[in-house]
């Protein structure tokens, strides 16, 4: 901190934003020196700032090197500025950056501690890739000065991220189970089955897969050092891609799940009007033989009854074919009806109207609970 370095007090300050820290490459497997114009002329201590800068800016934040940052009492060169917006908030990061060939004393630490609560940082960064001092984490155990190493930093980032995209993954694949149940319910209008196309066995080992996963990483991070650590998140990062295959394949099986379901409901639904417009055909052919009986035109309505009932049974098996068990109940139990009472009526050459038009509105209750237990 402070004039230092040969920094020239009017120079201006670097902001790296996102898209810089994109194409410097900042985030590929640990800090990569920016690539801009002058670089490679540019002193290790000057590299160091504007590594670190870039991998701040490489996660979504603003990051400015060699900031004069004014505090209550003083103005300040800081190494590396960041801010960025969270939970609807401004945060105000500062870093400080040692290419040092020794380890880092306490008493950077202090001036960091008096510098950050100066300026109002929230948090404070020392950066140093050989290590620290034990007074230098003593002094910066109980504050908000962190102590660390810029590989560090951005392997634990990368940490972060991979967890986070597996958690998401996670959550995806969640949605999409629950989507595949809901498409094959047990109270709708198709019974549970596998859709063709969809490989529940896939299913299952795309679970397997993101358990595995995580309790291998766990397992290895848990009784490594930082090396094996570091493997671990190679191993992760290949697993991801593998369990990112999986998924999408899962997902395409879903949607084809989905549209065969739809499919399926859509045909069971004409099936069900379909029955209706055969019964009520029925009823309304016997009806007419029982107006006038005994004439040429009663045996045609009986004989266009008779039709009607090898549809309505057409009709029905096609219900039955795909339906759930309480849609089934009901179709089975009007067919049940409709032989045991309805047909029966029919035949009766004593039948009158009054008393077909209450037969009639029976099986239409009928009717009407299989279309409920169908919605």
């Not at 596998?194 to 299913?203: E, H, I």
């Not at 290895?220 to 990062?237: K, L, N, Y």
């Amino acid at each position: 901190m402070g004039a230092v370095k040969g920094r020239s007090e009017c120079s201006q300050p670097t902001v790296l934003s996102v898209g810089m820290a994109v194409r410097q490459g900042a985030m590929a497997n640990g800090p990569t020196p920016a690539r801009d114009s002058g670089m490679m002329n540019k002193p290790p201590w000057s590299k160091y700032q504007d590594e670190a800068a870039a991998h701040f800016a490489g996660l979504g934040m603003v990051a400015t090197v060699e900031e004069s940052l004014a505090g209550a009492r003083a103005t300040h060169a800081v190494d590396v500025v960041v801010r960025f917006q969270r939970y609807g908030l401004q945060h105000l990061w500062i870093v400080e950056c040692k290419k040092w060939r020794s380890r880092v004393g306490k008493a950077e630490v202090l001036v960091l501690q008096q510098v950050a609560a100066d300026v109002g940082a929230d948090r404070a960064f020392l950066l140093s890739e050989r290590g620290f001092q034990s007074g230098a984490v003593t002094a910066a155990r109980w504050s908000n000065v962190t102590l660390t190493a810029l590989a560090d930093l951005v392997g634990a980032a990368e940490q972060d991220a991979l967890d986070d995209t597996l958690a998401e993954m996670n959550r995806r694949l969640a949605e999409l189970t629950r989507t595949m149940h809901d498409q094959t319910p047990y109270t709708g209008m198709v019974r549970r089955q596998p859709a063709p196309g969809l490989d529940f066995d896939a299913v299952l080992q795309v679970h397997a897969d993101a358990l595995d996963l995580r309790l291998r990483l766990q397992r290895a991070i848990a009784r490594s050092g930082v090396s094996d650590a570091d493997r671990a998140v190679t191993r992760m990062r290949e697993s991801l891609e593998y369990l990112a295959d999986r998924l999408a394949s899962f997902e395409v099986s879903v949607e084809r799940l989905s549209q065969g379901v739809a499919t399926a409901i859509q045909d069971a639904q004409v099936a069900v009007s379909d029955l209706t417009e055969s019964i009520d055909g029925f009823f309304d052919a016997v009806h007419g033989a029982v107006r006038d009986p005994g004439t040429p035109a009663a045996d045609a309505q009986y004989a266009h009854a008779a039709l009607c009932m090898r549809r309505i049974h057409e009709d029905a098996g096609r219900i039955m074919a795909g339906a759930s068990k309480p849609v089934g109940h009901r179709v089975r139990a009007l067919m049940r009806h409709l032989l045991d009472r309805t047909y029966l009526m029919a035949s009766d050459p004593s039948l009158t109207a009054d008393e077909l038009a209450v037969e009639r509105n029976v099986v239409a209750h009928l009717i009407a609970a299989v279309r409920e237990a169908a919605d």
